[in-house]
């Protein structure tokens, strides 16, 4: 064989295999480690029920659920209250702010009169 046709021939590609087989993934050299501790499955699989709970039957709460619930509602209700009232910063306001002093000190515009 000539020297270019047998670097070729070393960098073609072995078939991939396409079923995992054993503790070997297919396109890996590594095995396969497990998620679960000493061979537990923590996956439920699936039941067909919407969030697993059978029609008649109460759905039981978990412990986070209210936590998360309240948690997550409180800070909602405090950020849009707190949103409503911030102050108006904008450089829009300011210079209409200080457009309107600085033509009062001028005398072009008068000052508004308070309404008591």
Request: with cysteine; glycine share 12%.
């Amino acid at each position: 064989m000539q020297p270019l046709l047998r670097s070729a021939h070393r960098c073609t590609l072995k078939p991939l295999r396409t079923a995992v087989t054993g503790n070997t993934r297919a396109l890996s050299a590594t095995t396969r480690t497990r998620a679960a501790a000493e061979g537990e499955s923590h996956y439920d699989p699936p039941t067909g029920w919407l969030w697993g709970v059978k029609p008649g039957e109460k759905y039981e709460k978990e412990g986070w659920e209210g936590v998360m619930f309240w948690g997550f509602g409180g800070g909602l209700v405090a950020l849009t209250v707190g949103y409503a009232f911030k102050p108006d910063t904008s450089i829009q306001t300011w210079a209409l702010e200080e457009a309107r002093r600085r033509l009062e000190v001028e005398g072009i515009l008068k000052e508004p009169e308070s309404k008591e």
